[in-house]
């Protein structure tokens, strides 16, 4: 008689404290098993753990590891919960950036976009690293001053006027014009 799928996968564990490790190959540092009782050839053990020991996982939720080893396949640490608060416990599980620089509240800054974390040192390093944007010279553009007629090169902010005292003048001129008609 075979063994029952349960009795298959609980052979292959192996004990590490209180996870049951899964030993076989691995995604993501989940371990990955090939198994065709649920209709699909490649998932995670934990979930085929969790399937056939608590039942189906709920639609939208995602099987969290209590234990925060991704290759523990025990029932008793695997919980379904929904996507955003197997985000906020794992968020929570996090106390320092990849550099090992502590997220405290001066080092922190949260992205407004998704709501992550960055470390202000990571990125203070990284600018310091990188070079200075070098921005490539504005084209030399000549005109014609629209009030007193003398050429100029477009600057910045000038486009019709070669000074600021053209532009008042020809708005003075223009607001003397309206007010008579």
Known sequence: MAALPLERLWARLV????????PGASS????????????RRNVYAHRVAYELAVGPIPDGFEV???????KCCNPLR???????????RRGARVVACPQEHEYTK???IICLADGAR?????????????PPRIYPP???IERLCLSCGIPFVVGLHQYKYCTAECRNVRNLVTRRLKAHQ
């Open 15 to 22: 004990p590490e404290g209180d996870c049951l490790v899964w």
């Open 28 to 39: 993501g540092g989940y371990g990955l098993i090939s198994c065709g009782i649920i209709g």
């Open 118 to 130: 960055r470390c202000r040192e990571c990125r203070r390093l990284r600018d310091k690293c990188r």
């Open 64 to 70: 969290d590891h209590l234990c925060f080893n991704r």
């Open 106 to 108: 001066e080092n922190t």
């Open 78 to 88: 695997l919980e379904a919960v929904t996507k955003l608060v197997n985000a906020q």
């Open 138 to 140: 504005r084209p030399k």
